[in-house]
Structure formats: structure tokens, C-alpha cells
């Protein structure tokens, strides 16, 4: 039964929604700074050098995009997993009275 | 006064939406909200376009690796400034989160602005709250389809050039633009100003205040700043309560009722949809909606204004308001340090810098004339924003003779020189290595000079010596002599 209180509040946002937003979100944060740390001190040239000019490894630009999309991917497999397992967890472990993690 | 109620009861019916339609406002603080917005806009838009010494004033150039920030010239190697620039902005936010609260999310951060900018232009095209929800709830017409497709159109293009200024922030604008004129942007160029106008377009199209209700981290970790003389917006309830609808001229008072007339305005102000009279609450972006929507109120119902104010815990509890406590003493002397160092590190920081490495294929080589030599590849970097020519010499090594090719290497302005640097010296009392210094002086500028130190190999002066050595094993036979 909605209540004249609920109508006025925004509606929430699904778990799912939700997980789906702060996982994207907080590895795209986290991907900005480790894109700058590692291509302060790494430039994609001198990495190329290395590597013997690799067909894949595209010019400088292009080494950065693919930096920073490689960082996003990896940690939002971090924060994906971390999300998953939080919330698994909180079903698995609950009592009969129910959730007892809050 | 009743046309308030009467307006408010008819909007009460569309309340209950999947999507929050916050009410547009009017007052001082919706004023200073949109100074505010315009301003910082104004500077992300325009601040691009702005040429100094013969280039942007601010410019990332991430294909060059250098870094243009108001007449200086940063390069990687001084990527420890950008790091305490980054520690400064956080503990300005830390600053400002204890003496203002949310100051930040309701007038700077990007997320509000941006949605700010949106929203108006929803409005033009869509009307005001009530039309905007009865425009959505209506089936398609031509006047439907039209207004949506202005909205679009204004949202696009906006995010289009957001994206665009963003780029141009990393690329030279001007050359951008040029290259966008003549459909010939580089693929990296091209994706970067569609993928930052994406998430414009749907960070401030739709997302808006949910980015700070579900995804801002700030958001969760600002209360940490809080204490009870933090200025929060706040509803006087003791004022306030009981609420209710009151007839026209009757003394509420008598009826026992406080001040607010339940009208509903301050959330439907809000644009994270929460009700502002149940207390403080993470959501709460500091925005001052409510507050000017509250006062519009109060002035029409001729009650005093404030019953939802700018206040501090402090003060609704009636204790005086400190400004300064530790909490805002240390994060401001923290400050203040950081931002002095700053200012002195980056008006004295080197405008050149040597790297200096051995050559790897040999240790040393012993000459004709029965001198020492050995050679070092430098790296010459040139952080001054004019060329210079720089001539080597070396300290703590007697009688030490440098020869570079050329002489005198030129280095332009921002840039990174490499040159083979030759040091021979006469044998030394003891043999191996040796501590010396590397110094680069600009000619035209002796105050410019970089310092390195180095390895120098050198055979003992009584060492039997009867071949050069190329590489480290010999080094090491000789050395056993």
C-alpha cells in the first residue's frame, strides 16, 4: 500500500540498476587515475620501442584509449566481483528472521 | 494565498511518477545557483579559445606529452605538481565540506551544472513541471512530437560541443575546428568527443541527481566532514509542526498549527525527490530549492521566511555557531601549507633537468694519450618556454675535459634533447669508480643549470695498463692488478 509519503519520495532504484551504475561509475573513476599514473611515466612510444613496434599497439592516441579501456575493464571486473558477491552474500547468509547483515 | 493550496492540491495528482519533475523555482538562491552555473560554463566553454604566447592558455597536449597551464610548461617529469594539485582540490573540498556542508554539489560540481543546463533547456522546449508531466502522460501528437524533438536537438547539440571543448582541451581547439570543418578529425578525436558528449547527454539528460543519490562517492563520505556547526539546510520544525492546510483568515495558532501549510512545494522543488521536513538526509544535495520554494511561500502567506533555512545543527539547537573548532582549524592550516608549497615549488621548480645514463657497451676507454673516457648519453629537458643552448662541464673529476657534438646542444622551447657526452681524464690515484657531477648551463642564461651524478671508471694511475677495456669482464681483470 502506498502511502501519500511514498508518492511524494522518488522511486528507487533497482539492485541491479543500482550495482550496475556504482560498478561503471567507480571503475571509470579509478580507470582516469591509474590512465594518468601510468602514462606519466610510461609513454606509449618508448613502450612500443620496447615491444618492437607491435601490429596491435596503435600510435599515441590510440595507446591511450586502449590504456584507459584495458584499466576500466580490469576494474570493473574488480568492482563487478566485489558487487556480486556482496550482494550473493547477503542472501546466502541471511537468518530465517531475515537479513541479518543490517 | 488559497490559490497556493488550490495549485498545489491539482499538482498533487502527478506526483506519484516513476520520474522525479522537480518544480522550477524562483528566489536568491536559485540566482546565485544559476551565476554560479553560468560562470563556471562560461569558463569550461570559453577558457578553450583563449591563446597566450602563441598557444592555448590551457592545453593537455597528450600527443606531445606536455602540459600548457597558464604560460607554463609541465612535462611528465613534473607529474608529482598535477598529484598535489589533486591533493589540494580534495582537501579544499574537505575544507569547504566542514565549514559549508554541500556548498560544492549545490552550485560547482559539474554533475549540477550540467544538469542545470539541461533542465533549461528541457524547459524551453517542454514548458514548465506540470506541462512537462502532462506532456509525457499525453498520447502522441505533433505538438508532442515536436517539443520532444526541439529538447533533443538543443541536448544533442550541447553534449556535441561539450564534447567538442572537452577535446579541445587535449588537441589545440582552433586546429580541432578546423579539422571538424573540413570532416577530417582523427579517429581518436572523433571518439573521444562523441564518447564525452554521450556521457553528457546522459549524465545531465537523464541520470542528473540519481549520478549523486547512487554513484557519487563524495556523497557517501561527506557526513565525515559534518559536525553540528556544519551549514546543512534544515527544516525548523519546532516552527513548522504541526503542519497542515489552514482556511483563509482564521488564526492558526489558535488552531494549533505551526507554520508550514503542508503544501508540498519543497519537495516537488526537489530534485532528488526527498522531503526535506523529515530531516537531514544523504540524498540532500545542498541545492537550496526547497529553501527558496519554502520562502515563496512564506512570503505569500505572510509568515517570515526561513522555516527551511541555511542553518547548522548547532543553531537549530540553539547553541551558538562556531566557525572556527579544530575540525575546520587543521583541514584549514593543512591547506593553506599544501597551497603555500605548492605556489613556492612551482615558481622555483627547475626549468631544466638532466638525466644522465652511462653507455652501456663499454666502461671506459683509455685514449691515445693515456687519458680515461668514458661516455654517458644526457637527456637534456627544456621546461622553459623559450630554446636554449646548453654547454657541459663536469665537477669533482681533476682535469676533466668534456666534448659533446655539437658544443653547444640546442634544446627548444619544451622539449627533450639527447646527446652522447664524452669525459676523459687523466688516470686517477685509485682506480674504479668515481662520484662526479654532470652540470648543463644554458648560455644565454647561467642561472640555468641542471645537475646530475654519475659513475666514472677510471684505471689506478699505477695500474699496469697495456689495452683498452670494452666491456666489464676486462674491467674487472685489470682491477685485480
Known sequence: MATPEDELSAVQWSRLREDIAVVTWSSFLVACIATMLFFAFIDPIVLADALNHPGWLPNRMGSYALGFFLFWLIAASAAALTAYMLDTSREHFSTPQGNNRE | ?481
Open chain 2, 1 to 481: 494565498m488559497s490559490s497556493v493550496v488550490e495549485h498545489v492540491a491539482s499538482d498533487a495528482l502527478y506526483v506519484a511518477q516513476q520520474k522525479v519533475y522537480p518544480r522550477e523555482v524562483t528566489g536568491r538562491f536559485r540566482r546565485l545557483r544559476t551565476i554560479a552555473a553560468t560562470s563556471l560554463l562560461g569558463i569550461f566553454y570559453g577558457m578553450a579559445w583563449l591563446q597566450w604566447q602563441g598557444h592555448q592558455v590551457v592545453l593537455f597536449d597528450l600527443p606531445a606529452r606536455k602540459f600548457y597551464i597558464f604560460g607554463l610548461t609541465f612535462l611528465p617529469q613534473d607529474f608529482f605538481f598535477l598529484t598535489w594539485l589533486l591533493i589540494l582540490a580534495a582537501l579544499s573540498l574537505f575544507f569547504v565540506t566542514a565549514l559549508a556542508g554541500r556548498l560544492w554539489c549545490g552550485y560547482a560540481c559539474p554533475q549540477t551544472v550540467w544538469t542545470d543546463a539541461f533542465v533549461w533547456l528541457e524547459r524551453i522546449t517542454e514548458g514548465k513541471r506540470a506541462q512537462r508531466m502532462k506532456l509525457d502522460k499525453a498520447p502522441w501528437s505533433v505538438n508532442k512530437a515536436w517539443r520532444k524533438t526541439a529538447k533533443q536537438i538543443l541536448w544533442i547539440s550541447l553534449a556535441l560541443y561539450t564534447g567538442f571543448t572537452f577535446v579541445g582541451y587535449f588537441t589545440p581547439i582552433r586546429l580541432l575546428l578546423a579539422e571538424i570543418i573540413h570532416v577530417d578529425t582523427g579517429p581518436w578525436e572523433t571518439f573521444w568527443v562523441l564518447f564525452y558528449g554521450a556521457a553528457t547527454y546522459g549524465n545531465a539528460g537523464y541520470l542528473r541527481e540519481q549520478v549523486c543519490k547512487y554513484m557519487c562517492p563524495y556523497a557517501r563520505f561527506q557526513s565525515a566532514m559534518f559536525d553540528k556547526h556544519t551549514l546543512i539546510i534544515t527544516y525548523d520544525a519546532d516552527r513548522g509542526e504541526p503542519r497542515g492546510s489552514r482556511g483563509r483568515g482564521l488564526g492558526y495558532k489558535a488552531e494549533g498549527l505551526g507554520d508550514c501549510i503542508d503544501c508540498t512545494l519543497c519537495v516537488q522543488a526537489c530534485p532528488t525527490g526527498i522531503d526535506i521536513r523529515k530531516g537531514l538526509q544523504y540524498e540532500c544535495i545542498a541545492c537550496a530549492a526547497c529553501i527558496d520554494a519554502c520562502d515563496s511561500v512564506m512570503d505569500k502567506m505572510k509568515y517570515q521566511r526561513g522555516l527551511v533555512r541555511y542553518s547548522t545543527q548547532a543553531a537549530v539547537e540553539g547553541n551558538a555557531p562556531h566557525v572556527l573548532r579544530p575540525r575546520t582549524l587543521i583541514y584549514g592550516l593543512i591547506l593553506g601549507a599544501l597551497f603555500v608549497g605548492f605556489v613556492y615549488a612551482i615558481t622555483h621548480r627547475d626549468l631544466v633537468q638532466t638525466d644522465v645514463l652511462r653507455d652501456r657497451n663499454a666502461l671506459y676507454r683509455e685514449l691515445d694519450d693515456g687519458r680515461i673516457e668514458n661516455v654517458y648519453a644526457v637527456r637534456v629537458i627544456n621546461k622553459d618556454d623559450r630554446p636554449h643552448d646548453f654547454r657541459f662541464s663536469v665537477e669533482q673529476l681533476p682535469n676533466a675535459q668534456v666534448e659533446s657534438d655539437p658544443v653547444l646542444v640546442h634544446v627548444a622551447a619544451a622539449t627533450v634533447a639527447s646527446v652522447a657526452l664524452r669525459v676523459s681524464a687523466a688516470p686517477l690515484a685509485n682506480g674504479g669508480g668515481h662520484d662526479i657531477r654532470i652540470i648543463a648551463t644554458a648560455s644565454d642564461a647561467p642561472q640555468l643549470r641542471a645537475v646530475s651524478k654519475a659513475r666514472f671508471f677510471s684505471l689506478a694511475v699505477d695500474a699496469e695498463h697495456t689495452r683498452g677495456s670494452d666491456d666489464f669482464g676486462d674491467f674487472h681483470e685489470q682491477r685485480r692488478h
